[in-house]
């Protein structure tokens, strides 16, 4: 499938698992994502989205946001959107 690249993660946090990323692309609720770094490959379904704490359903290039995440990623890690 097509992946293409929205975003970087720039911070994680273990509890909850969340993942900080700035996006380049815009990103909703429900779409497919792709985190592929060094050690890091997971593919997941973005369930929810934050920005400065507080739910959104969707975000565009430019926002930081915090995505709940099934693992650890690591910061670098390039974001990928699955169409």
Do not use: C, W
Not at 75 to 80: F, L, N, S
Request: no cysteine; hydrophobic share 40%; aromatic share 4%.
């Amino acid at each position: 499938m097509p992946e293409i690249e929205i975003g970087e993660v720039n911070d994680f946090f273990a509890r909850p698992v969340v993942a900080g990323v700035d996006l380049t692309a815009p990103l909703k609720v429900g779409d497919t994502i792709h985190v592929k770094g060094h050690t890091t490959d997971l593919v997941l379904t973005v369930s929810s989205m934050q920005i400065d704490n507080v739910n959104v359903t969707q975000a565009k290039a430019g926002d930081s946001v915090g995505i709940k995440v099934t693992d650890r990623v690591r910061k670098a890690d390039k974001v990928y959107k699955v169409a």
